[in-house]
């Protein structure tokens, strides 16, 4: 079942609340660069994220270095003969990872 995009004007709104993601492949995901004192921050960084994706059923794309998280969020089902796009469920993780920082 196709999730809905996000508007224009809900994709704008979610990057002015939330100025430390990007934009990232030509607006269909965004991504923020996370930084820790070192590697056990780090994955103790991710261990929580992975808990509120298993919980909100919605899960990031990310990468790990020592002591640098980036997660990329993106809805796979929002826009899928094309890769995705932005949806709710990726400003309710946006949002929820906010709390963690």
């Known amino acids: 079942m196709a999730v ?7 994709h704008s709104a979610m990057l002015a609340a ?5 934009d990232a492949r030509d607006g269909a ?7 820790f004192a070192d590697f056990s921050a780090a994955w103790g ?5 992975a808990l509120l994706a ?3 059923d919605h ?3 990310w990468f790990n270095v020592y002591n640098r998280v980036e997660i990329t969020l993106t809805t796979h089902d929002a826009d899928p003969g094309n890769g995705g796009a932005l949806s ?4 309710g ?8 920082t």
């Open 59 to 61: 899960h990031p794309e």
């Open 93 to 100: 993780m946006v949002e929820a990872i906010e709390k963690l």
């Open 18 to 22: 939330h100025p430390d993601w990007q």
């Open 54 to 56: 298993e919980q909100q």
């Open 29 to 35: 995901a965004i991504t923020r660069t996370f930084q």
């Open 45 to 49: 960084f991710m261990s929580r994220v």
């Open 4 to 10: 809905p995009k996000l508007t224009d004007a809900q």
């Open 88 to 91: 709710a469920r990726d400003v």
